[in-house]
């Protein structure tokens, strides 16, 4: 799968400058990653998205921290695909499982025990499991960098005991906020890069060049899937 990167002093507005990042794209469609069960894809663009998980990229994802940094990412397969990819320990990325609705939130961090976000247009009922906003949803000149003090930002923490929501952003076409402006933009230019090597193995190779300490974003847009066919 195509994969591009982004180093220090490209990132967005809610990344900060000093977060670096990727962004991984099928090879006919840039949303080929996806998983087609994502809501956020709308109906025209589920025959792009794919129904097979990449295990192989998904073990490398899990291994691609920089040394003494933090890597975090999200993602719409459901935990039974990655859980046993190595996510979610000492040294390793954080995967967090982006529910569909607070209803599912709930569930999957109640009863699959894995970090869980959402996206939510207003403030939920009050459920069984506590939540907070996303602090750079709320607060001014509030990004990822800064998030959370020495503790690294609140997406980067496995272990944590909240849901951490998102504020649902108003699109015209698309729900997903990766098919729309700049980050559509760079995720279609992705499509592109061809690799010589396995992008797993891309990757690991990219992150061991990072300078020690940084944090990292996988997938500002794409996930761990699959294009169909291979």
Known sequence: MPLSFKDIGHGNSKLGKLVVHTTRSGEAHHMGTCPSSCPLLGEH???HATDKF??????????AVPLFGKAWSYTHWMPVHWRKSGFN????????????????????????????????????PKGDVPAMWCPADTMED???SRCGGSKGPICARPDRSF??????????????????????????RTMKNKMKQSDGKILLKWVSRLRHGTMLRHHVAGDMGQIKGE
Do not use: H
């Open 142 to 144: 509030m990004d990822c």
């Open 54 to 63: 990449d295990e192989d990229y998904a073990a490398a994802l899990a291994r």
């Open 89 to 124: 320990m000492l040294g390793r990325t954080t995967m967090n499982f982006s529910a569909n609705n607070w209803e599912q939130a709930q569930y999957v961090f109640k009863n699959l025990k894995v970090p869980v976000v959402v996206n939510l247009s207003e403030e939920p």
């Open 45 to 47: 663009n589920k025959e």
């Open 163 to 188: 849901i951490i929501m998102f504020k649902q952003k108003k699109w015209k076409k698309t729900p997903c906020y990766a098919a729309n402006g700049y980050v559509k933009f760079n995720w279609i």
